[in-house]
């Protein structure tokens, strides 16, 4: 079992930086993909960033391509998400994911490739 806990979500102004820190529960946290979704009033869920479970490997979501950057530091049980350039239709509640998948070559890019989730974090990007 992993618990997930995001924090680092806030108000921002357009064009600004936040970073995402999502902590990790358990010893198998290493073995897991990691990504960030994120879901806005009245839309779909929206894959966001994902990485592998050794960092080998990562992709990003169009609208976060270029200014989003995924990463994670397995000795601190911790995956983050660099967030700049901000732009008002960034906010959302960004969701921590894990896919419980050991140690698998593929980065998860749907949401039905995690299998754990975090509780979420509110970002607001003001204009």
């Known amino acids: 079992q992993v618990q997930l806990v995001e924090s680092g979500g806030g108000l921002v102004q357009a064009g600004g930086s936040l970073r995402l820190s999502c902590a990790a529960s358990?010893?198998?946290?290493?073995?897991?993909?990691m990504g960030w979704l994120r879901q806005a009033p009245g839309k779909e869920r929206e894959f966001v960033a994902a990485i592998t479970w050794n960092g080998g490997g990562s992709k990003y979501g169009d609208s976060a391509k270029g200014r989003f950057t995924i990463s994670r530091e397995n000795v601190k049980n911790t995956v983050y998400l660099q967030m700049n350039s901000l732009k008002p239709e960034d906010t959302a509640v960004y969701y921590c994911?894990?896919?419980?998948?050991?140690?698998?070559?593929?980065?998860?890019?749907?949401?039905?490739?995690?299998?754990?989730w975090g509780q979420g974090t509110q970002v607001t990007v003001s204009s």
């Open positions: 358990g010893r198998t946290f290493s073995n897991y993909g």
């Open positions: 994911a894990a896919d419980g998948i050991f140690q698998s070559p593929i980065v998860p890019t749907t949401q039905w490739s995690y299998r754990y």
